[in-house]
């Protein structure tokens, strides 16, 4: 049977407006979002001090504790800085007497509840409620250009804690208007924790992540590290495998590998300009491809400028048409980057 299914998302951070309700359509389907006021939270980071098991009056499940025990005798620093707005940052240095150490600082914390009507709860149905938070929070950074509030693809650090619970609609709620009756049981009830759950992101195995080769990787990051030479283009390039790996988002992924694409190729030919080549300034990323890259290095980029075009031919599907590439073609994109940027290490 219908019912309204809710998600209380603890989220990490300040979502600066008025208390309230909004109701909307999104994806064809009514959902309310609500944002309560931000509440203070705590950060706690111990050292040097195990988690351990203790007792429980059920013996199938667990209670975890700190190894070290906690007294009021303890050494403590802390400081305290009140705010304009009355709010108070506090952070807090304690040894125990294990020599244990523990580091506090405060936060803030958003509660924002979203409904949506459905059969029951589901995986699926979780993914709907996030896709609105995120919307909710692209209207939220645009309204107000806070870009310190992250949609949750992009968060990094702590994330949501999502508690979810379903209450079936009762006869006197079917003969209801949508609005009214999401808005009865949004404001009589609460999520009874029948899901809790966090957005961290799984802990994986070396052997979980493809390809992945712990020691090579270290002599790669050793050498970047020691010989200085970390072009801004990579950083714009990991933004792009984001983009692509973790939120599904094979538009932006196009472009900024592009734009990283276009950064490496004009850095290269600045390199043989410092070399005393003469190389005329090219405005258009196509004549670099199709003449400069032909001029300094002959037939040997004959098969790369061919991918470069079809790289470029699908970026500019993307930013002239709206073009939305499947995964397959990001892939295919980031691949031919690849290679182009190995191309340009080798040359430079």
Known sequence: MKGCALF????????????????????????????????????????NDRIITVTHDNSEGYKYDFEAS????????????????GSIDVSLLMDTDNEHTQFSSSSITTLVRIAVEAD?????????????????????????????????????????????GFKQYEQHHLIKDTDRRLHELFDDWEPDAQRF????????????????????????????????????????????????????????????????????????????????NKIKKYRRIHDVITEALPNLFNKEVDGLVKQ?????????DVVHDGYKPTETECSECLS???????????KA
């Open 336 to 346: 031919i980057a690849d290679e182009a940027f190995h191309f340009c290490d080798s």
């Open 120 to 164: 029951g709860l589901s995986k699926g149905l979780e993914i709907k409620s996030l896709n609105v938070l995120n919307h909710f929070i692209r209207v939220y950074r645009y309204a107000t250009r806070d870009t310190s509030v992250k949609e949750v693809d992009f968060m990094t650090g702590f994330k949501p804690f999502i508690v979810t």
């Open 8 to 47: 209380q998302f603890f989220y990490p951070g300040n979502i600066r407006v008025m208390p309230g309700e909004a109701y909307f359509d999104y994806e064809g389907v009514r959902v309310v979002v609500g944002i309560g006021k931000p509440m203070d939270s705590v950060n706690t980071l111990s050292v």
């Open 197 to 276: 759950t966090s957005l961290q992101p799984l802990n994986l195995a070396d052997h979980e992540l493809p390809n992945f080769d712990r020691a090579k990787f270290t002599s790669h990051i050793a050498h970047d590290l020691t010989t200085g030479d970390f072009p801004s283009w990579r950083v714009t390039l990991m933004r792009a495998y984001e983009m692509a790996n973790e939120q599904d988002n094979y538009s932006a992924a196009v472009l900024e590998s592009f734009i990283a694409l276009e950064l490496s190729l004009y850095d290269l030919l600045n390199v043989y300009r410092a070399k005393g």
């Open 308 to 316: 470069l075009l079809r790289f470029k031919g699908i970026r500019n």
């Open 70 to 85: 906690r007294q009021t005798g303890d050494n403590q620093i802390c400081n305290a800085v009140k705010r304009a707005d």
